[in-house]
C-alpha cells in the first residue's frame, strides 16, 4: 500500500471542491505534487501493527461538562455585527444564494 | 530598555520600591519593540496606546507588593484574541478582525493587571514551523538574522531572546513553543493538555493545541504559568485537577531522580552537533545525581505521521468556520453564495493552511477514514502506551527539542515534508498530551540549542525542577543575542 500511491490531479481537485477551495492549474500541479509526498508520508503509518488497539481521540478524561439551561446574554448585536464583511439593518448581508435571482 | 538580566520578580521590586513606574518601564519596552521591529518583524500589532493607558491606571492605583505580575508588560501570540485589539492568525482571512471578547488567559493576565504590549507574529494559523507562513512577512532570529526562529510561535520566541519582552504566551500543536524556544535560546513550556483553558485560543487542531509560557528563566516561566492556569468552565477538556504552586520544588536537589533518555530522540536524522549537547547536558545531569538512563519510545517515529494526519483533520473541521459571512475576509465580486465560500477561501488562505485542509479533509472523507484517520488515532494509543511504559520507572524524559538548530529563512518552505520532519522531537509529547520544556543547553555554530524535559501528565513542577537545576548549573541562559539597547 506505500508504493501505489498514486494521487492524481482530478483527486486533489476534488478534495479541493470538498473543502471549498479552488487550484488553477499551476497551483493543482504543484498541490498533487506535494500532497503526493505527504501521503507517502503518512503512508508509512501501515508498518505499525494496530489490529485491536483502541483509537484515542482525546488525552483527557473529561468528557462532557453540562451547564444549567439558563439564558444569557452574550454580546451584543452591534459588536457582534461590527466585524461582519457586510451588513444591513442590523442583519449580514450575503450575496443571492440563487444564481438566476437578481437582487440580495 | 533590555530585559537580559532581570527576573520579573526582580522588576516587581523595582516598581515596588519606585524605581521604575510601569508606564517609564512600559514606555521603554515599547520604544525597543518598535526600534527592533524593522528588523525583527516579530509583532503583527503593537498595543502602545492602551498598553499606556493601563499603565497609567497601574500607577494612579499603586503596585500590589503580593502579585509579582502587576505592571509587567508582556507580548501575546497572535492566536489568543484580545478584545478590541486586532487578533489575525497572522493570516489574511483575520487581516482585520477585532475580537469581541477575551481569550480566558488573556482575562486572567488582566486580573493580574498584566499588560498585553502586542500581539506577536507566527505562522498562518499557527501551521508551521518557522513563522515563514505569517501573511505579514518573516520573523528574524534575534542570534543571526537570516535564520528563522523556529515557529510557530517565532514572534513570541523573538521578543523574548531580543530582550524586547520579558515574557509571552505562545501555544503548541506539535512544538510551536518548544522548538522556537529551542532555536532562540529561551524557556518554552507546553504545559498538560487541559492545564491551560483553550477558551479564545484560534482553534488548529483541538485536541493537541496547549497555550504556554515563554520566558528567559525557568522561574520566570512557573511564575507565569502560576496565573494563567486551572479550570474554566467555558474550554470542556480544561482539567478541574488542583492548581499547585508549579514553582514549589525549584530550588530542590535532583539527586536520585530517574531520567530516561530515549535512544530514538538521539538516533538517525539528529544532528550530531546537537546529540553531542544532549549527551554535554546528560553529564550535567548525572553530575547533580540524577540518575539518566537509556530507555526506548519505540514508536515515537511514527508521531509526525500521526500527527499530520491527525492535526490536519482536526484542522479542517476547525477552518471550515471561516466563510466570509459573519467575520473575517470575503472575496470581492462574488456572485453566489457557493462563490462566497470558494472564493473568499482560496483568496483568504495562504498555502501551507490550505495543505493542511486539504491532507485533513481527505484523511476524514469516505473511504479514508479507517486507512487514515482512524489508523492515526490508533498509532496515538500506541506512542502514549509507550510513555507510560516509560514513566512507570522514571520521572522525567529528556531529549534534545529539535533535530537541528535554526536554519536559513527560505531554506525549507517550499518542501513540506522536510518541515514537517523538524517536529519529530515534539510531536510524541502534543499526541500524548504530556508537559514538556525546553531550555537552553548549549550552541551549535553560534546557535542555540535547546534540552527537552518531558514530564508525567500533571507533574509541571518535577519538570520546573529539574529544568531549574539544570540552569542553576549552566550558564547557557545568561548568553543572549547582541543586540543594541536603545
Known sequence: MTTENNITKADVAHVASLAKLKFNDNELEKFTGQIEDIIDMVNTLNEVDTDNVKPTFNV?????????????????????????PDTENGFIRVPAILDESEEA | MKFFDISVSELHQKLVDKELTVTELVSQTLDQIEADQKVLNDFITINRTDALSKAKEIDEKGIDPDNIWAGIPIAVKDNIITKGLKTTAASKMLGNFTPIYDATVVERLQAHDVIIIGKTNMDEFAMGGSTETSFFGDTHNPWDHTKVPGGSSGGS??????????????????????????????????????????????????????????????????????????????DLTSSDKEVPDFASKIGKDIKGMKIGLPKEYLGEGIDEAVKAVIQEAVQVLTDLGAVVEEISLPRSNYGVAAYYIIGSSEASSNLQRFDGIRYGYRADDVKSLEDVYVKTRSEGFGDEVKRRI??????????????YFKKAAQVRTLIINDFNQVFENYDLIIGPTAPTPAYAIGAEVDDPTTMYMNDILTIPVNLAGLPAMSLPAGFVDGMPVGLQIIAKPFDEETMYQAGAAFEKATDFHQKHPEMEDK
Do not use: C
Open chain 1, 60 to 84: 483527557t478524561d473529561q468528557f462532557n461538562r453540562m451547564r444549567e439551561d439558563v439564558a444569557v446574554r452574550s454580546g451584543d448585536k452591534e459588536a457582534l455585527l461590527a466585524n461582519a
Open chain 2, 157 to 234: 520566541a523573538t521578543t523574548v531572546s531580543a530582550g524586547n519582552s520579558i515574557a509571552a504566551l505562545g501555544s503548541d500543536t506539535g512544538g510551536s513553543i518548544r522548538q522556537p524556544a529551542s532555536y532562540t535560546g529561551i524557556v518554552g513550556v507546553k504545559p498538560t493538555y487541559g492545564r491551560i483553558s483553550r477558551y479564545g485560543l484560534i482553534a488548529f487542531g483541538s485536541s493537541l493545541d496547549q497555550i504556554g509560557p515563554m520566558t528567559r528563566s525557568v522561574e520566570d516561566n512557573a511564575a507565569l504559568l502560576n496565573i494563567i492556569a486551572g479550570l474554566d468552565e467555558r
Open chain 2, 358 to 371: 486539504m491532507l485533513g479533509t481527505y484523511s476524514l472523507s469516505a473511504g479514508s477514514y479507517d486507512a
